[in-house]
């Protein structure tokens, strides 16, 4: 079965710094990788996801994240935090079935 | 293009009672999934439906059903509803192609309260 691993249910960072929030997986086999934004009161929100193309992947609003298979991770980056990057991001994978398991969150905080 | 939409919004119910919730899938789309979002934690598997019928189903109890209709709207049922089943439901639709990897667009939810 598969699983992923967010390490910091919470990270706070000064607006114009880099965010990093980091994000392992479990799979026996090649997973699909993806990360989602849910704003207060909101459903979620995908930003990007790995299916297996080049490693690094583009999302939207700047973020962008690179699938390392030697060390299971996907983290997710954005070299310069806005204020409304303020929100709880979820890591998930997949398999072929399209079902999805997530992570626990992460909450992100924007410091003026 | 409509995308996903789920009714109700908020909805309060006591223990022991029945809930319905429902999802209109986006325009297109053939498959849905719904999720269990408890506070403070990541939405879990609860079934998909596909074509009308259920195409796997995560750890939950029987009492927690769904339906798809002809035009692929889907209903989630939950009876003799616990204090822990407070959450926010999610449904999500996608299109099978036939290829491996089809993408799930997610509504904004419904909350459930059990008082």
């Known amino acids: 079965a598969q699983s992923v691993t967010q390490l910091g249910s919470h990270v706070s960072v000064s607006e114009g710094a880099l965010v990093l929030l980091r994000c392992n997986y479990s799979s026996s086999v090649p997973p699909y990788l993806f990360w989602y934004v849910q704003y207060p009161n909101q459903g979620l929100q995908l930003l990007l996801k790995?299916?297996?193309?080049?490693?690094l992947v583009k999302g939207i609003n700047g973020f962008e994240a690179e699938f390392k298979k030697s060390e299971t991770s996907f983290h997710l980056t954005k070299p310069s935090a806005h204020m409304s990057d303020a929100a709880e991001y979820f890591c998930a994978v997949s398999l072929q079935n399209e079902k999805l398991t997530f992570g626990t969150g992460t909450r992100l905080t924007i410091i003026p | 293009e409509t995308g996903v939409t789920q009714s109700p919004t908020h909805l309060i119910k006591t223990r022991g009672q029945q809930v319905t919730l429902r999802c209109s899938s986006q325009s297109g789309h053939n498959t849905v999934s719904w999720y269990q979002q408890a506070l403070g934690q990541g939405p879990q598997f609860i079934f998909q439906?596909?074509?009308?019928?259920?195409?796997g189903r995560g750890n939950f109890p029987p009492r927690f059903s769904g339906l798809q209709f002809p035009n692929y709207s889907s209903e989630l049922n939950v009876n003799a509803l616990e204090l822990d089943d407070s959450a926010l439901y999610l449904c999500?639709?996608?299109?099978?192609?036939?290829?491996?990897?089809?993408?799930?667009?997610f509504g904004p939810g419904t909350r459930l309260t059990v008082l």
């Open positions: 439906y596909y074509r009308e019928e259920e195409n």
């Open positions: 999500a639709s996608s299109r099978d192609t036939g290829i491996s990897y089809n993408e799930q667009f």
């Open positions: 790995y299916t297996s193309a080049a490693t």
